[in-house]
């Protein structure tokens, strides 16, 4: 399923210099020629382009050569902080970017097999756009709101929450097993008794539901999408 091919990731996109705009906060859409971003030290960071400057608090969402892109600083507490869309669906789908990569005139390359920080991968989904345009945290409340008309999205969504309380089951359970062990051992020299090696086991081992979490939640915006886009 998540399978997609995503080589533009990683690739300038070939488009247009029209395509390219700045959407602006209060709403308004400027189509710009040139547009690259800016950050300096005790300078105000955004996007230089051939119409002007303009700060990134004032920045909705930006098109250039290499994407959209939209402005997630106030989900991620006031600081700056961009996504990149990797998936144009009625739920669209984004992973957070480094903007100084993907915000100069070509993309930085992935050359390594390896996980480059700041470089989309198409394997995570950490903001969604819905139907209505507005972004949201990939969280089981969010997506609760914004797939309940899909009876069968919301199954594997309430799958995913299923799986996150079962993690915090083990971690929690760990944890205490882990405590209790070692208040156990009181004056004695430090030692792993078997409840807080089976504590350490059993808070390991809630990092396998990772992936099943991830899983869950991308089937459940799989099926929404395709159950919106059928209509």
Same mark, same amino acid.
Request: charged residues 20%.
């Given at each position: 399923?998540?399978?997609?091919?995503?080589?533009?990731?990683?690739?300038?996109?070939?488009?247009? *210099?029209?395509?390219?705009?700045?959407?602006?906060?209060?709403?308004?859409? %400027?189509?710009? /020629?040139? %547009?690259? +971003?800016? *950050?300096?030290?005790?300078?105000?960071?955004?996007?230089?382009?051939?119409?002007?400057?303009?700060?990134?608090?004032?920045?909705?969402?930006?098109?250039?050569?290499?994407? +959209?892109? %939209?402005?997630?600083?106030?989900?991620?507490?006031?600081?700056?902080?961009?996504?990149?869309?990797?998936?144009?669906?009625?739920?669209?789908?984004?992973?957070?970017?480094?903007?100084?990569?993907?915000?100069?005139?070509?993309?930085?390359?992935?050359?390594?097999? /390896?996980?480059? /920080?700041?470089?989309?991968?198409?394997?995570?989904?950490?903001?969604?756009?819905?139907?209505?345009?507005?972004?949201?945290?990939?969280?089981?409340?969010?997506?609760?709101?914004?797939?309940?008309?899909?009876?069968?999205? %919301?199954?594997?969504? /309430?799958?995913?929450?299923? +799986?996150?309380?079962?993690?915090?089951?083990?971690?929690?359970?760990?944890?205490?097993?882990?405590?209790?062990?070692?208040?156990?051992?009181?004056?004695?020299?430090?030692?792993?008794?078997?409840?807080?090696?089976?504590?350490?086991?059993?808070?390991?081992?809630?990092?396998?539901?990772?992936?099943?979490?991830?899983?869950?939640?991308?089937?459940?915006?799989?099926? +929404?999408?395709?159950?919106?886009?059928?209509?």
């Amino acid at each position: 399923m998540r399978a997609v091919l995503l080589w533009f990731l990683f690739m300038p996109f070939i488009a247009a *210099s029209q395509d390219n705009f700045v959407l602006l906060s209060r709403g308004e859409s %400027i189509f710009v /020629k040139d %547009i690259q +971003y800016r *950050s300096e030290i005790l300078k105000e960071t955004g996007f230089k382009t051939n119409v002007g400057f303009f700060c990134t608090n004032e920045i909705a969402a930006v098109k250039n050569q290499n994407g +959209y892109f %939209i402005n997630v600083s106030d989900l991620k507490k006031g600081e700056e902080h961009w996504a990149f869309r990797f998936q144009k669906t009625p739920i669209s789908l984004f992973e957070e970017v480094d903007m100084k990569v993907y915000g100069a005139a070509l993309p930085g390359l992935n050359r390594s097999r /390896k996980p480059q /920080k700041g470089l989309a991968s198409g394997q995570r989904i950490d903001f969604y756009t819905n139907e209505e345009g507005i972004a949201n945290r990939v969280n089981y409340t969010n997506l609760r709101l914004d797939l309940a008309s899909n009876a069968e999205a %919301i199954g594997h969504l /309430k799958r995913s929450r299923t +799986y996150q309380w079962c993690q915090v089951g083990l971690q929690l359970s760990g944890a205490g097993l882990f405590t209790s062990g070692f208040v156990g051992l009181g004056e004695s020299a430090f030692r792993f008794t078997p409840a807080m090696l089976l504590g350490v086991l059993m808070g390991g081992g809630s990092f396998l539901l990772v992936e099943p979490i991830r899983d869950a939640r991308w089937m459940a915006i799989d099926v +929404y999408n395709k159950s919106a886009t059928s209509l």
